[in-house]
């Protein structure tokens, strides 16, 4: 007997062929964003305890790392640098032969097809492990502005193609980009850590970067995860000032704040898929718990589908390789 009064949505997913026909959302290997830490040092590739399949790498390894990205179909790497020597101001972040500088002209020089994204911040290379620099306390803003841009020029001389300020000082974007424009990189986009949050998440960032702050907490610089309106008002902002890309981090405990960013802001929206919700997965993947394929190829495409267009992801790799089976 058929029954009328009800709708059959089981029709449209009755075959392999017919739920790929009425797919909502792709994942590409275009979308994704490989994160990659570099040491100073000679011959290193050490693993992050915290991160499993996570390495610091020394510049002498460091082209054999972009040649499987390139040869993966990833077309772009953000860099992180851990330098030897830690300083009050971060000296090491704005200087000429800092890692990242170094790592950049090595990888542009070698591998140039890849897009080189900076993030700039100073927490790597302050002793303190904050921001910015601290007076009275606490990070101060406009004095650690000063400092993000000689980081974004200096990264941008050595051969960066995208400037990502994650550092969460107010004004950052405009300071840059003027820094840039004055500098002659009016063509470098800024890709802006606009929302993001202060969250437990990094906890393994931190291990992988060394970047632990020495007292305290990021929470009068980064957001309260108890609020939405504010992350509106940060994207806003970093609009008005010019960010060409808005970051919403972290990713999956925050798939609501990315809607209503890309239902809001006319930019490419980029989730950042961070260090904890990397190694929440791989704990549990190493236990037998759940089949991490399936899972990780889910998460991003949720990310896809709250609106991200692009995902910084430490499971870049890996969800190549699954991508291109
Ligand atoms: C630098 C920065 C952090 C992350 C990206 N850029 C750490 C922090 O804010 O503490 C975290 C990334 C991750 O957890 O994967 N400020």
């Known amino acids: 007997m058929q029954d009328s009064n009800f709708k059959r949505h089981r029709r449209l997913r009755n075959s392999t062929a017919m739920r790929a026909l009425v797919r909502e959302t792709q994942l590409s290997t275009d979308d994704l964003i490989y994160p990659i830490f ?33 040869q993966l179909g990833i077309r772009s790497v953000l860099l992180f640098g851990v330098p030897k020597q830690k ?14 500088q170094q790592a950049l002209r090595k990888i542009k020089q070698e591998v140039p097809e890849l897009i080189t994204v900076a993030d ?23 004095a650690s502005l000063q400092l993000m841009v000689e980081t974004a020029v200096s990264q941008a001389k050595a051969g960066a193609d995208i400037i990502a300020p994650s550092n969460m000082m107010d004004g950052f974007v405009a300071s840059i ?13 800024i890709m802006s850590y606009a929302v993001k949050y202060a969250s437990s998440f990094y906890g393994p960032f931190r291990d992988a970067a060394e970047s632990t702050p020495q ?17 509106l008002r940060e994207a806003e902002s970093d609009m008005e000032e010019g960010a060409d890309f808005l970051i919403v981090k972290p990713a999956l405990a925050y798939l609501d704040i990315m809607r209503e960013v890309k239902d ?20 549990a993947a190493q236990n037998g718990w759940i089949n991490e394929k399936e899972l990780v190829l ?28």
């Open 177 to 189: 980009r003027k820094g840039l424009d004055e500098a002659g990189y009016s063509n470098i986009p």
């Open 87 to 100: 300083d009050e101001q971060g000296s090491q972040a704005y200087c000429e032969t800092g890692i990242v």
């Open 264 to 283: 809001r802001f006319n930019a490419p929206l980029v989730a950042y898929n961070v260090s904890g919700e990397y190694s929440m997965v791989k704990a």
């Open 120 to 142: 700039t911040c100073l927490c790597e290379y302050t002793s303190h492990g904050h921001c910015g620099v601290i007076e009275d306390g606490d990070v101060n803003n406009d």
């Open 215 to 231: 007292f305290g907490d990021r929470k009068t610089y980064q957001m309260d995860p108890a609020n939405r309106l504010e992350a």
């Open 38 to 70: 570099v040491v100073e040092g000679d011959n290193i590739k050490k693993e992050v305890s915290s991160m499993p399949g996570v390495f610091q790498v020394s510049l002498d390894n460091l082209t054999s790392e972009m040649h499987e990205l390139v």
């Open 298 to 325: 889910e998460k991003l495409t949720s990310m896809k589908r709250a609106g991200a267009d692009l995902i910084v992801t430490y499971f870049a790799k890996d969800a190549a390789k699954w991508l291109n089976e």
